[in-house]
């Protein structure tokens, strides 16, 4: 092995080298590295020195690896479509094993010719892809030991790189389906209609009340989820198959049949049963020795009108009901579904 190296300021050298994978001081800290951002332009190969090195850092707790995949399979036709298709397969299949670990994220790029290497506090910028190729070539790239260049490097590349970097389809689909269950589990709308059909005439306006309640809560809890899965940090294949399944203007709108005071629902929560008694003693009793009779009679009357309300709420608390469980199954069929991140 040879080596050159050049100081450019405290904290960063060029470094040229020769029959070295990459810089050595570099490469020899993955074993151990608790952290590392890598991008590198050539996919690392099965068996090759950048991915064994990769699989047998396990005391990794953070790894983002950005790599080139061969191209997009939609930007073929016929059998080369099929061929780009198989390339792409075995790309993302070298690294599944990597994919399924926690903490790793692998995204692809089409475009990326830069190969950044950060490794628990020190870094390389440079020609070199850490691979056999580069073993046997003359690389060069500067070294950098510096905390917070290493800081601004990171952010400033992945800034650029996220907009196209596609993630892996396994870590896609192992958010799909998280995001599926809590969906499932978070968001049990029909225990709402349950719980307030199920009250009895005496307390049923408290079951309505409290069934409104719960159905805002979970809304908002849903769009508030919903809304943070349209940013950049998700993977844009869950992303479209979220706005395909549905719009977060759709639960708003069925929201706003229970929080805005018009519909049956509300006149349910805000029936007053001494108004109605009041009233039907107003326009009734003329004589105070009759009071009793007119109040009992107000009660029987409250009580019938209470009820009339209370079928019709029933029968909107159900449609809206089962308008959020709809959208709470095409979301989760989709998020269920492949996910085609290629």
Known sequence: MAKSEIELTE???LVITKDEQGPQEVYDRLPTAREAF???????KAGGPLLRALEGATNLKSLRLVTNIPSWWATYWGDARRKARDAIRDSIEKLNGLAARDG??????QRNHSKIYIVDGIGYVGSSNFSDESARNIEAGVVIEDEDTLENVQRSAWELLRSEARLHPTISEALSESLAEWLREELDFESVYSAAHDWDSASAQEGFKDAVRRLLEFGERAEAVL???RDDHWPAPIQAMLHE?????????????????????????DFSFQAAV?????DN??????????QESGQRVAEERWEELRTDALKDLRAVVD????????????????????
Request: charge should be negative; charged fraction near 25%; glycine fraction near 4%.
């Open 278 to 282: 009041e009233r039907h003693i107003v």
């Open 245 to 269: 399944a549905t719009s977060l203007d759709e639960i708003s709108e069925l929201l706003a049949d229970l929080d805005y005071s018009h519909g049956s629902i509300r006149s349910c929560i």
């Open 323 to 342: 308008a959020l469980e709809g959208i709470k199954s095409r979301l989760i069929a989709k998020l269920q579904a492949p996910v085609d991140n290629t």
């Open 11 to 13: 904290g960063a050298r």
């Open 227 to 229: 809304e943070d899965v």
């Open 104 to 109: 790793v994220e692998i995204y692809f790029t």
């Open 38 to 44: 890598i991008v590198t332009y050539n996919l690392p």
């Open 285 to 294: 009793c003329s004589d105070e020795d009759t009071m009793e009779l007119w």
